[in-house]
């Protein structure tokens, strides 16, 4: 015998309107090889997915961009889709928040664009998710320690350029750089290879398994030869120490 009580009723609509909750997912990284190799986007995918999941929401579409963080949303055509197609209501959910950007003004640009439709954003990572004052608060002060991380990053390696210039007139500079008149300069066919290990580095990748993807791409040591652990492993401590004896 079937119960028809408004108690029941209210019950029932209430779990149908819980399974019409939808979202869309987006994914993003910094390098072809991380797209390429798939653990990028895989990690992101699985952290979404399992997110969903949990909260009974139902991904309905997947979009992803390979680019900088700092990338202009006309400029990542995964993004600018996901904008375009929002329905209202849906959810758009990233694993963490520095996947939307790293700059702080694009990331609130890009809420407030998601918001006109009437659609949210959530991190799967939960970082300010919510409208509480303290969800806003948190929100911004973890996309402005991001730009602000980012920033530094930048001025400690034009700090360590300059160090380095003055104290290593001899021997062989730091990979990815070059002697040029007595300067340390960066060498414009490796620093753009050293810049990619430490992306990859940042993503988690382990020091074996960078120097696998950049093989497989036919890219090369200072010395001409393959990558191996201990060379992405030195590379990446050379750097590390630099930072601490500042």
Avoid at 93 to 103: Q, T
Avoid at 108 to 136: F, M, Q
Wanted: aromatic share 6%.
């Amino acid at each position: 015998m079937s119960d028809n009580s408004p108690k029941t009723k209210v019950a029932q609509l209430t779990q149908e309107g819980s399974a019409r909750k939808t979202a869309v997912g987006y994914l993003r990284v910094s390098t072809d090889m991380q797209e390429d190799s798939g653990l990028g986007l895989d990690a992101q995918r699985d952290q979404i997915q399992t997110y969903a999941t949990k909260k009974g929401i139902e991904v309905v579409r997947w979009y992803q961009d390979t680019t900088s963080g700092t990338t202009r949303v006309d400029q990542r055509e995964g993004l600018s889709e996901l904008v375009k197609d929002l329905e209202t209501d849906q959810i758009v959910l990233v694993a963490k928040r520095d996947r939307l950007s790293r700059d702080l003004m694009l990331s609130l640009w890009i809420e407030k664009e998601i918001s006109k439709v009437s659609c949210s954003l959530e991190s799967c990572a939960g970082e300010g998710n919510g409208d509480s004052p303290t969800d806003k608060l948190l929100k911004n002060l973890i996309l402005a320690f991001g730009e602000f991380e980012r920033s530094m990053i930048a001025e400690r390696t034009r700090a360590a350029m300059k160090a380095l210039a003055k104290t290593r007139k001899i021997g062989r500079p730091p990979f990815g750089f070059k002697f040029s008149e007595g300067q340390l300069v960066r060498d414009p066919n490796t620093h753009p290879t050293r810049q990619l290990i430490f992306e990859l580095h940042k993503e988690g990748i382990n020091p074996s398994r960078i120097a696998k993807m950049l093989n497989e791409k036919g890219l090369k040591s200072q010395t001409g030869k393959t990558f191996s652990r201990n060379v992405i492993f030195q590379i990446i401590s050379r750097h590390n120490d630099n930072e601490a004896s500042r």
